[in-house]
């Protein structure tokens, strides 16, 4: 599967600001879908997650002012964060995992910069 993420942007504290990663080339439903961030000197960490079932998982850092949600018909999942911080700041990846006989698979997208500016 490839991914494509895109929305990122220099935002203010305080402001929101909508991810939206475009998935193709195999049956999109069948993934559960997350985002990721690294900043400058951490490790990649999950923000948030969605199963193909539509069970989602949010990080606490952003659980109560963001949404993760996917569109099985246009192959999406996007990730909508309200009330920005400077700590968001990062490079947001998107996610495909699967789970088969052989073990899970993962894909991942090129990443989109966020900046939230204080």
């Known amino acids: 599967v490839q991914l494509q993420a895109s929305g990122g942007g220099l935002v203010q504290t305080g402001g929101s600001l909508t991810l939206s990663c475009a998935a193709s080339g195999s049956v999109f439903s069948k993934f559960a879908m997350g985002w990721y961030r690294q900043a400058p000197g951490n490790q990649r960490e999950l923000v948030a997650s969605?199963?193909?079932?539509?069970?989602?998982n949010y990080a606490d850092s952003v659980k109560g002012r963001s949404v993760i949600a996917r569109d099985n018909v246009k192959n999406t999942v996007s990730l909508q964060i309200n009330s920005l911080k400077p700590e968001d700041t990062a490079v947001y990846y998107c996610?495909?995992?699967?789970?088969?006989?052989?073990?899970?698979?993962?894909?991942w997208g090129q990443g989109t910069l966020v900046t939230v500016s204080s």
């Open positions: 996610n495909a995992a699967i789970s088969t006989d052989l073990g899970r698979t993962n894909y």
């Open positions: 969605i199963t193909s079932g539509g069970a989602t």
